[in-house]
T-cell receptor, first 114, second 116 residues
Framework: AQSVSQHNHHVILSEAASLELGCNYS??????LFWYVQYPGQHLQLLLKYFSGDPLVKGIKGFEAEFIKSKFSFNLRKPSVQWSDTAEYFCAVNANFGNEKLTFGTGTRLTIIP | DTGVSQNPRHKITKRGQNVTFRCDPISEHNRLYWYRQTLGQGPEFLTYFQNEAQLEKSRLLSDRFSAERPKGSFSTLEIQRTEQGDSAMYLCASSLGGQAVNQPQHFGDGTRLSIL
């Protein structure tokens, strides 16, 4: 069975600080990896995705993530956060054949202080 | 792209009552998923459809839960004899799926169920 671990439950940063949110997964096969973001009062939105190819993927709003296969990790990064990045961030994985159910981590709540 | 639409946004009901939620996926998407999210947790998979066929059900989906997707368009999720533990946000997602296609899932706003 797949599982996803997000180590940081709540992260508080000042504007312009750099961000890294950890995500580790457990699965025996090839996977697709995702980061979703949920802004207050809004639905889950796709931030970025990894299917294959370059392990460094860039998403919307200046976010990027790096897939490190040997570490089963897919950490999310942003060099300089903004107040508008305050949201809940979910890492998710599914099997890399067809389009299968997503397994989510428990999420990381990010609070940016102006 | 009109997005995934879910109704109602919020449902409050007494324990023991039946409730039904509706999800309208993005029109060209053949796959539809239901997830449940409780406070402090990520969404958990319940079931999914490819067109009108229900292809997988989670063990979380007890026999009080039933989902349908007639004609492969909208889907309904019904919970019979609701219990306190059913209180959660029920999320619907859709995607364009298939053997050689990798496409992300797009989520609706969810239906928040509150059991009194």
């Amino acid at each position: 069975a797949q599982s996803v671990s997000q180590h940081n439950h709540h992260v508080i940063l000042s504007e312009a600080a750099s961000l890294e949110l950890g995500c580790n997964y457990s699965y025996g096969g090839t996977v697709n990896l995702f980061w979703y973001v949920q802004y207050p009062g809004q639905h889950l939105q796709l931030l970025l995705k990894y299917f294959s190819g370059d392990p460094l993927v860039k998403g919307i709003k200046g976010f990027e993530a790096e897939f490190i296969k040997s570490k089963f990790s897919f950490n999310l990064r942003k060099p300089s956060v903004q107040w508008s990045d305050t949201a809940e961030y979910f890492c998710a994985v599914n099997a890399n054949f067809g389009n299968e159910k997503l397994t989510f981590g428990t999420g990381t709540r990010l609070t940016i202080i102006p | 792209d009109t997005g995934v639409s879910q109704n109602p946004r919020h449902k409050i009901t007494k324990r023991g009552q039946n409730v039904t939620f509706r999800c309208d996926p993005i029109s060209e998407h053949n796959r539809l998923y239901w997830y449940r999210q409780t406070l402090g947790q990520g969404p958990e998979f319940l079931t999914y459809f490819q067109n009108e066929a229900q292809l997988e059900k989670s063990r979380l989906l007890s026999d009080r839960f039933s989902a349908e997707r007639p004609k492969g368009s909208f889907s309904t999720l019904e919970i019979q004899r609701t219990e306190q533990g059913d209180s959660a946000m029920y999320l619907c997602a859709s995607s364009l799926g298939g053997q050689a296609v990798n496409q992300p899932q797009h989520f609706g706003d969810g239906t928040r169920l509150s059991i009194l």
